[in-house]
């Protein structure tokens, strides 16, 4: 799997309809219309996601891995 930053794929979350709800610290919350979950995504800067996060995170978008 491709190693992403927090940065990256919150571009990719707000590109497939999330919008950024608030802002804790280092971790950015984004909601969706329609859906009862929140998506946290923690920018650390440029470091990459861990590999659990990162797929966690992509089934909740959804996304797939050719997108990244």
Partial sequence: MKAVSGKRLARL???KG???NRVSGS???FTKEG???RLVIPIHGNH???V???KALMR???LDESEL
């Fill in 48 to 50: 990459s996601l861990k």
């Fill in 13 to 15: 979350a707000e590109q």
């Fill in 35 to 37: 859906r009862i979950e």
């Fill in 27 to 29: 971790h950015h919350v």
């Fill in 60 to 62: 909740l978008i959804p």
């Fill in 18 to 20: 999330w919008k950024l």
């Fill in 52 to 54: 659990g996060l990162q």
